[in-house]
């Protein structure tokens, strides 16, 4: 029974994805006349292809697709920049700031915990006027560190779980590491840090996920060229003109191919961060 | 291990962190020291950006300080990126300009008036289609020169059509009227088939399991009705303003349109078009593609993918329908605008002058995409598109008929107005309430806004 249970929700869970990947190799073509049928009957790559500027504008079209085109390893490229700066550097400073909230007495500490975690309950779009506007009159409209701006520093969530992970971490750990002569900094960096690998790894596999599938912001920020990431980009398949249709099987060969760095990742990381979350301290 | 894996991952910040500050160097339009300017110029339409960059390379030859670097961005996300560009000063030098949605970037002082230029320079604007010029013009303030027009036609599957017996040649002289939907709507009934091949003629009809629809409405249509119900309701007698262009009084509580949308409402009931929240996600387009719609009303910039070497049926046009008050279409034009606050006034005029130009409308007529605003260019598109062996004469024959066109209304609050109108009419058709009741409704709404 709970196999059952298990089973089905994978299916609805894996599910659009299949049909993401069915619609991809679909030619355009086919994808209103046999709508229904659940694997392509005459399967093709030229949606890749026309994704990857394989094809020129005329083959693309003749494809049935739009003749638009995608730079496809250079969005990749800011995709990459973009969530991977805002995953290492925020994973790091939010390990520090729960340390500190976690271990460290200071004035205010708990009324500061408490803005921090009241701020959890204010929606992102509350925010993204503000963060605009601040980010236009810095002058980082079309750059990288406008992109990153709002989050590379922490995230109110991070902070927290990181905080509640080192609460459970037993103080015996420091204290022997005190003793032994290590200073404030050598016990977070060379006793919890590598303790909690699990969940450092965690948090920063969910904000580079999370960055990655970012849009709105690096769609209002970063529409320039030089700093266009995946998610925008892919925006060349929609509808290009009044009353048509929009290129779906180019749409969702880019989407297909957009996903898959995250899901290498988590393919490789998945396991070990399981593990590593099982572990917390003394054996 | 873990010692080379910090090292890494310090490494990786610090190269993204230095990526980061070289690439703050990112502006928009740049001159260089010696002359030398680029013009940004966005278009949406993938289908003409080959026809422009043709015309941004002529330019440049004739111009060599001038660079035209084109953008196309999708219509579905063309003027969100335009307004967010607007607001963080990065907007295009010039951009492609629509009527629903130009007033309200005059209202925030977006566009450039160019009528000191247009006067300067002496540029001919009798030579366009007539009215189109006057279409951006406000308060004696003129903000883009028209680059093309489009009119509405009727587009049909040729083999449905003819496995039903309809005879394709008297669709040229279809009439319509809002009560028994005229002769349009028997060829519509007679078009529409359902699972065991009975038309919608024919008594024995199962209007629950139709095969294919003998007509394809369009319900996600602004406050204007372009692709149907506008061109429907004006030939019964409607019209849309007191005064176009800048009109302040709305009529959209006239019965003729409540009997259009009603009259859209019994074609539903009867089985010969999709309900609404069937057709809705899917352009019509792709139904007519996959062989499940017979006929719709489509717009002269739709030629080139309904008649297209690779398309998946056969098409051909015919002119929309003769209704009491006559066979009208809505005309509408698209022109070019100069972003207000552009460094290179003078250099995006020169390349807006260009466009309005016959050397670039004429490099777009042979390509037959659109139909060019320069009245000899249109020829030459009609032409064209006659040697690539399409038969588009009807979207040229009714611009040019006496009294057959109607411009798409221009004032201010379009984005509200078409909200405001657009759900009214699909609640109406979700049955939700009374046509009547609904258009009234809205049109209070809408006149409100100009009190």
Request: glycine share 8%; net charge negative; proline share 5%.
């Amino acid at each position: 029974m709970a196999w059952a249970i298990l089973i089905a929700a994978v299916l609805v869970t894996v599910f659009p994805f299949y049909w993401m990947l069915r619609t991809a190799l679909t030619p355009s073509a086919d994808l209103f006349s046999d709508a229904g049928s659940l694997w392509p009957r005459h399967p093709t790559l030229i949606n890749f292809e026309r994704v990857l500027g394989m094809t020129s504008p005329e083959e693309a079209r003749a494809a049935g697709g739009s003749g638009a085109q995608i730079n496809f390893l250079w969005y990749t490229l800011n995709s990459v920049i973009y969530s991977g700066v805002i995953a290492i550097v925020q994973t790091f400073f939010c390990a520090m700031a729960g340390y500190a909230f976690a271990r460290l007495r200071f004035p205010g500490r708990d009324l500061i915990f408490g803005v921090l975690v009241a701020a959890l309950m204010v929606p992102p779009i509350f925010t993204l006027l503000p963060n605009f506007a601040l980010v236009k009159n810095l002058g980082l409209m079309n750059t990288f560190a406008g992109l990153v701006a709002p989050s590379v520093l922490m995230t109110p969530f991070a902070v927290f779980f990181l905080r509640q992970f080192f609460l459970s971490i037993p103080k015996e750990v420091e204290e022997a590491a005190v003793l032994d002569g290590v200073n404030r900094w050598g016990a977070f960096w060379r006793i919890i840090v590598p303790m909690s690998r699990g969940p450092l790894i965690t948090i920063g596999l969910t904000t580079t996920v999370w960055a990655w599938k970012d849009f709105l912001w690096p769609l209002l920020v970063g529409r320039a060229e030089d700093t266009r990431v995946l998610t925008v980009a892919l925006g060349v398949f929609l509808q290009q003109s009044p009353n048509t249709q929009p290129d779906w099987t180019g749409l969702m060969a880019g989407s297909t191919l957009s996903v898959l760095p995250v899901l290498i990742l988590l393919i490789f990381l998945g396991k070990r961060l399981v593990q590593s979350l099982n572990f917390t301290g003394i054996k | 291990m873990r010692h080379s894996a910090q090292v890494a991952a310090a490494t990786l910040v610090a190269v993204a962190l230095v990526g980061t500050m070289a690439s703050c160097s990112g502006k928009n339009s740049d001159s260089a020291s010696d002359g030398k300017v680029t013009v940004n110029y966005w278009l949406w339409d993938d289908n003409q950006t080959a026809s422009y960059q043709e015309c941004a390379d002529a330019f440049h030859t004739a111009n060599p300080n001038i660079t035209v670097k084109i953008t196309q961005t999708a219509w579905a996300q063309y003027w969100q990126n335009l307004t967010t560009q607007l607001a963080s000063g990065d907007a295009p030098d010039v951009w492609t300009d629509h009527v629903s949605y130009y007033p309200q970037l005059v209202s925030n002082n977006q566009i450039l008036d160019i009528q000191p230029y247009v006067e300067r320079d002496k540029v001919d604007l009798a030579q366009y289609q007539s009215g189109l010029a006057d279409l951006f013009v406000k308060d004696g303030k003129r903000y883009g020169l028209p680059k093309d027009w489009d009119t509405m036609a009727l587009v049909y599957n040729t083999d449905l059509l003819s496995k039903q017996g309809v005879d394709t040649a008297a669709l040229s002289d279809l009439t319509w009227n809002p009560k028994d939907g005229g002769t349009l709507e028997q060829v519509i009934a007679k078009a529409t088939v359902d699972k065991n091949g009975h038309n919608g003629l024919d008594p024995a009809f199962d209007k629950n399991n139709v095969k294919v629809f003998g007509f394809l409405p369009e319900w996600a249509d602004g406050s204007q009705g372009q692709n149907g119900w506008g061109d429907f309701a004006v030939s019964d007698g409607f019209t849309f303003l007191d005064k176009n262009p800048w009109g302040s009084h709305y009529n959209y509580d006239d019965p003729k349109l409540a009997d259009t949308i009603d009259w859209y409402k019994q074609l539903i009931a009867k089985g010969y078009t999709p309900k609404f929240d069937k057709q809705s996600t899917l352009g019509r387009d792709a139904v007519m593609d996959a062989g499940q719609g017979a006929i719709t009303i489509t717009g002269s910039w739709t030629i080139n993918s309904y008649l297209s070497a690779t398309a998946k049926q056969k098409y051909a046009f015919a002119p929309l329908p003769t209704g009491p008050a006559g066979r009208k279409t809505a005309i509408n034009g698209l022109s070019d605008a100069i972003f207000a606050g552009t460094k290179h006034k003078e250099q995006a005029w020169q390349w807006v002058k260009f466009l309005g130009s016959s050397a670039c409308q004429d490099l777009v007529a042979k390509n037959a995409v659109v139909f060019p605003a320069i009245k000899e260019a249109s020829a030459k598109s009609l032409a064209a598109h006659q040697a690539k062996g399409q038969d588009v004469h009807v979207f040229t024959d009714e611009a040019a008929a006496p009294d057959g066109t109607f411009f798409l209304p221009v004032t201010d609050h379009g984005n509200e107005i078409s909200q405001a109108v657009q759900d009214a009419v699909q609640s109406a058709i979700l049955g939700q309430s009374d046509a009547a009741s609904a258009l009234k409704k809205a049109n209070d709404t809408v006149n409100a806004m100009f009190k």
